[in-house]
Nanobody
Framework: QVQLVESGGGLVQVGDSLRLSCAASGRSFSNYAMGWFRQAPGKERDFVAAIRYTTVYADSVKGRFTISRDNAKRTVDLQMNSLQPEDTAVYYC?????????????????WGRGTQVTVSS
């Protein structure tokens, strides 16, 4: 069983930066694939970024967002720069203990409860 708790969301202005963090339980954290997804009101949950031994990003955030992990602390962070109104969403941390797909919702078996990010213009 893996438990995930996100933190760091908030209300920011266009162009600001925000750093999200996800704390995970589980003894084999270093072997997990970790991902960040987001869901805007009335929309599907979309892939943002993932990391296992390498990183992968959605085109919409490439160059602005950076995912990183600290295996000793069992955390995965999402540094978000140059935030835009379209980045407004609930951001979810996800963990996969068996690797299927890093970029799809179905590839992850564990989810946090989410943290709200609102970018105001």
């Amino acid at each position: 069983q893996v438990q995930l708790v996100e933190s760091g969301g908030g209300l920011v202005q266009v162009g600001d930066s925000l750093r999200l963090s996800c704390a995970a339980s589980g003894r084999s954290f270093s072997n997990y694939a970790m991902g960040w997804f987001r869901q805007a009101p009335g929309k599907e949950r979309d892939f943002v970024a993932a990391i296992r031994y390498t990183t992968v990003y959605a085109d919409s955030v490439k160059g602005r967002f950076t995912i990183s992990r600290d295996n000793a602390k069992r955390t995965v962070d999402l540094q978000m720069n140059s935030l835009q109104p379209e980045d407004t969403a609930v951001y979810y941390c996800a963990a996969a203990t068996s690797i299927r797909s890093l970029t799809t919702v179905g590839g992850y078996g564990y989810w946090g409860r989410g943290t709200q990010v609102t970018v105001s213009s």
